[in-house]
């Protein structure tokens, strides 16, 4: 794009903080990044921010305070664009693993008791049960490469590309042997893949960290693993870990056969 | 053809002469007992002693993802990067099949370069196996070869017989002439013709291929479909280890600093859900058992329409990889309507009532 750079802004909400610190993670690159675009806001980088229009808006973590919806919301209403940054963002991360609401005000009273919050807390929730999303750049944390492929084609005005491929796309690139083929629980057929295999391509199982791919076959894949041994909690478990809210519906319909 | 004969302790010092300039890649055993094609630095290293590496060797001609050529506004520059003199030695009968279908799909109608540069800038060593209970090129007709190789390697005892398969094999030999024996004695035949005997007699794994057309017609619209659909986990496996799939996406990576892009090519799988997905939302095969009917008209009905020969080599990757057993085995026999031992046949009742 020529002429006006393009304003961007990037915000935290609840998570580790590893997207905006990887964006920060990008050495080489940043003063091209800085070059290329106008960084309006990004806390975690610089202190004289502006909280104004922006064409994009990148956003990490889940929301879970009350405050988080209004923020997002504003953001929302500032932005052409609205990217959901990393895991949290995008399915809800690991904190959304509770969404029996009943169930989250127990664990809740558990670990807080009576204690009166100052951010009054809500159940934690991928940024698109809030708001419409444009784009989705999944991962736990993001990837380098996969962060400046998205980037130079939003600063480029091409529409970005998603990642609507497994893992085993790229563990077969590198040519790895089959870890679920020989026993093992990878759930590398049910992710998004964008780290390129990395867990594999050092014989360690995908435990699914960049969350759910589009077109994912669950229903096989937890009757597989039940047929290599593992049980039907031990399952669940692990596949919960980090599809966050994404798959409420896969559960229910699971649950009914249960 | 020519045939000569090369001790076993001369095949290192050969290899070394024919490589001078070209870079080596043999079969090596890696981490995980499995074998892999990959740069020889140290003889030592190569293992002879496989029967299939996990991805064919298509992959030293059209690398898994590589860099097209780099565009802008001013025009565009071709990028050969992955082309450089190889010579790959230990290229089984089923796999030297795979790349003669290979380079009839990459001349016929648009020559591809990409593929064609790389080809002309290798070598290629095939050598003799012995099949396992995964292999059953035998039913493919791809258990010999008679062309697609520059020297092929069949080991008997202590010494190979070596077949000259081009001038450039031929070119070879004589870089070390004096490693090799002309003349062949008849128990040096009588040998080779009861190792032969011996290596029909020993596969075990059998697949009716030139029934299949008329199955796959037949049972088109047979149940057996949705229960592999049901199955699949559209990994993408299945086509990314065989020898013969050939699919490829392009993309564009824009540059940030310059006013240009990258055009890249990876490896795509028909298996994938965005492999048929067009622009307006639409996907022509969105159900995972449509994608497995397509995978399976290719490899067991269209090309032996069009081509006399199937589009499988018998190589039993398929085999070795489909977490779900899903593969030209399996499938084939529940063509014939047989009871097949397979995860998919397993799958829950209430998935599979
Ligand atoms: S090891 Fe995991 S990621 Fe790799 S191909 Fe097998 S299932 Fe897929
Ligand atoms: S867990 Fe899976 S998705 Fe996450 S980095 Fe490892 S291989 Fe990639
Ligand atoms: S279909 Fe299977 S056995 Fe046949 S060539 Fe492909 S991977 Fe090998
Ligand atoms: S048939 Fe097997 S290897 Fe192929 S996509 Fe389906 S699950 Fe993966």
């Known amino acids: ?258 | 053809m020519k045939i000569v004969k090369l001790k076993k302790s001369n095949l290192h010092p050969f290899l070394q002469a024919a490589s001078q300039d070209a870079e080596l890649w043999a079969p090596v055993r890696q981490k995980n007992n499995k074998h892999s094609f990959q740069p020889i630095k140290d003889f030592a290293t190569i293992d002879l002693n496989y029967t299939r590496t996990i991805l064919p060797p298509r992959k030293l001609f059209l690398p898994p993802q590589f860099n097209m050529f780099q565009a802008s506004l001013q025009g565009y520059k071709e990028d050969f990067s992955h082309v450089s003199p190889k010579v790959i030695f230990g290229v089984h009968p089923c796999d030297l099949h795979g790349l003669l279908i290979f380079d009839e799909f990459h001349r016929q109608n648009f020559e591809d370069p990409y593929y064609l540069k790389a080809k002309e800038n290798t070598l290629i060593f095939g050598h003799s196996c012995w099949p396992d209970d995964k292999c059953f090129c035998q039913s493919t007709n791809t258990h010999l070869v008679e062309e697609g190789y520059d020297l092929f390697f069949s080991e008997l005892d202590d010494y190979y017989l070596v077949w000259i398969g081009s001038s450039r094999g031929d070119d070879c030999l004589r870089l070390a002439p004096e490693l090799f024996d002309e003349s062949l004695s008849e128990e040096d035949i009588k040998g080779y013709i009861a190792w032969q005997e011996k290596r029909n007699q020993a596969f075990k794994l059998k697949i009716n291929f030139f029934a299949m057309p008329d199955l796959m017609e037949l049972r088109y619209h047979h149940s057996l479909w949705e229960k592999l659909g049901q199955a699949c986990l559209s990994c993408g496996s299945c086509s990314l280890v065989c020898p013969t799939c050939n699919c490829y996406n392009v993309q564009d990576q824009p540059l940030l600093s310059q006013d240009a892009s990258n055009i890249q090519r990876c490896w795509d799988s028909c298996m994938l859900e965005n492999y048929s997905a067009v622009a307006g939302g639409e996907n022509f095969r969105e159900k995972r058992s449509q994608r497995l009917k397509l995978w399976y008209t290719h490899k067991l009905q269209a090309y032996i329409s069009k081509y006399g020969k199937p589009a499988c080599v018998g190589c039993g990757r398929c085999i070795a990889t489909c977490p779900v057993d899903i593969n030209v085995f399996t499938v084939s026999r529940a063509l014939e309507g047989e009871e097949v031992e397979a995860f998919w046949n397993r799958l829950a009742k209430e998935v599979n009532p």
Not at chain 1, 125 to 147: N, R, T
Not at chain 1, 168 to 189: A, M, T
């Open chain 1, 1 to 258: 794009m020529k002429g006006k750079k393009l304003k961007i802004g990037i915000y935290e909400l609840t998570g580790c903080a590893g997207d905006a610190l990887m964006i920060l993670n990008c050495e080489k690159e940043l003063p091209a990044i800085f070059q290329a675009v106008d960084i309006q806001s990004f806390l975690m980088a610089k202190s004289d921010n502006i909280d104004d229009e922006l064409d994009v808006a990148l956003v990490e973590g889940s929301v879970t305070t009350e405050k988080e919806v209004e923020e997002l919301k504003d953001i929302r209403k500032r932005s052409k664009i609205v990217v959901a940054l990393g895991l949290c963002a995008t399915v809800g991360g690991i904190q959304a693993r509770f969404q029996d609401p009943q169930k989250w005000q127990e664990n809740f009273r558990q670990v807080y008791g009576e204690t009166k919050m100052e951010l009054p807390a809500v159940v934690s929730k991928p940024i698109d049960a809030y708001i419409k999303v444009d784009f989705y750049l999944p991962g736990c944390p993001i990837s380098k490469e996969q962060f400046l492929n998205f980037f130079t084609r939003v600063v480029k005005g091409a529409p970005p590309e998603s990642y609507p491929q497994p893992v085993c796309v790229s563990c077969k690139y590198k040519e790895n042997d089959c870890l679920l083929k020989n026993g093992l629980f990878c759930l590398g057929p049910l992710t998004a893949d964008g780290c390129g295999a990395v867990c594999p391509s050092h014989n360690l199982p995908c435990v699914g960290c960049w969350g759910p791919v589009q077109g994912g076959n669950w229903t096989s894949e937890f009757y597989l693993l039940q047929d290599k041994g593992f049980s039907r909690e031990f399952i669940k478990k692990k596949m919960a870990n980090f599809a966050g809210t994404k798959l409420s519906e896969f559960w229910k319909q699971f649950d009914r056969r249960d």
